[in-house]
């Protein structure tokens, strides 16, 4: 794995575009992207403070056909930067955070709140694709799972390139139910026709019929993915295979390199260290 040696030593930084354009000290891990190509609904699991998030930050940049024009400054000296895949910049990226939703004791301030949170992302991407959206209006505001499937369809019927999806912690409010022991709410959110259902019924609709190329979630435990059930039977959770076991995280050689590094810059000398 190459270490892309930078100036600054980085802390807590999740936006792919300032980690590159800040100059700060990169591990690429970017030669995961074509393995990740292969599947349509990746599930990466691992512990906070792991790098999930600059990892979907990655992607969103490099599927984004609005950044096309910022491919070398963002890419340049990483493996994808080299090697690009036929699908980098094609597509139309809808970006969720689950791990912002606001908590509540009930069904009905869940879903409330579910739906404040998540409308948003989809409105984002028809304003960043505007050349394509035109005029476009929604007609269901305020359901985060129907303005999805409007803006899929819509889509789908004029041909636009298809959308990616990234959900960044897409069981973090459902493992707080949990660690909580509010297990009758956690069963009402995952089971019959609940709003979480449904969302994740249209992304899989998406998928299947072409107007969403893939859905890539990170989280941390698989549980709420199982729970689903039927609802989104389609994820593949990688999160063990030997392709992308150290997709997250250090590597040994990695660590040392970055180890060494920041003794260099900080002392002058390895000898400490060594």
């Known amino acids: 794995m190459k270490i892309q040696a930078r100036i600054t030593i980085p802390y807590a930084v999740a936006n792919y575009a300032e980690m590159r354009d800040r100059g700060f000290y990169y591990v690429d891990k970017t030669d995961y992207i074509p393995r990740l190509e292969a599947y349509k609904a990746p599930v990466f699991l691992r512990p906070r403070r792991f790098g999930k998030s600059l990892l979907v930050s990655t992607l969103a940049h490099y599927y984004d056909r609005t950044l096309a024009h910022r491919f070398e400054d963002l890419f340049g000296g990483t493996y994808i930067g080299s090697h690009p895949t036929p699908e980098h910049n094609r597509y139309m990226i809808i970006r969720y955070d689950f791990s912002a939703m606001v908590m509540a004791d009930n069904m009905e301030g869940l879903e409330q709140n579910f739906n404040d949170l998540n409308c948003s992302p989809v409105e984002i991407m028809v ?3 505007h050349d394509l959206f035109g005029d476009f209006k929604f007609t269901a505001r305020g359901n985060a799972s129907k303005m999805l499937e409007e803006a899929l369809a819509y889509a789908r019927g004029h041909g636009f390139p298809p959308v990616y999806i990234l959900i960044d912690e897409y069981d973090n409010f459902t493992n707080q139910l949990l660690t909580s022991y509010n297990d009758p709410l956690y069963e009402k959110v995952t ?3 609940s709003f979480l259902r449904t969302f994740f019924k249209v992304i899989k609709k998406g998928i299947g019929e072409g107007s969403i190329r893939t859905c890539f979630c990170t989280g941390v435990l698989p549980v709420t993915m199982d729970d689903l059930t039927s ?6 959770i990688l999160t063990l295979e030997s392709d992308f076991i150290n997709m997250l995280g250090f590597t040994h050689a990695e ?8 003794l260099d810059k900080y002392t002058g000398s390895q000898e400490r260290y060594d």
């Open 255 to 262: 660590a040392d390199a970055y180890l060494r590094y920041v």
């Open 127 to 129: 304003l960043h694709n």
């Open 231 to 236: 609802g989104y039977n389609i994820a593949e």
């Open 191 to 193: 089971t019959a026709d």
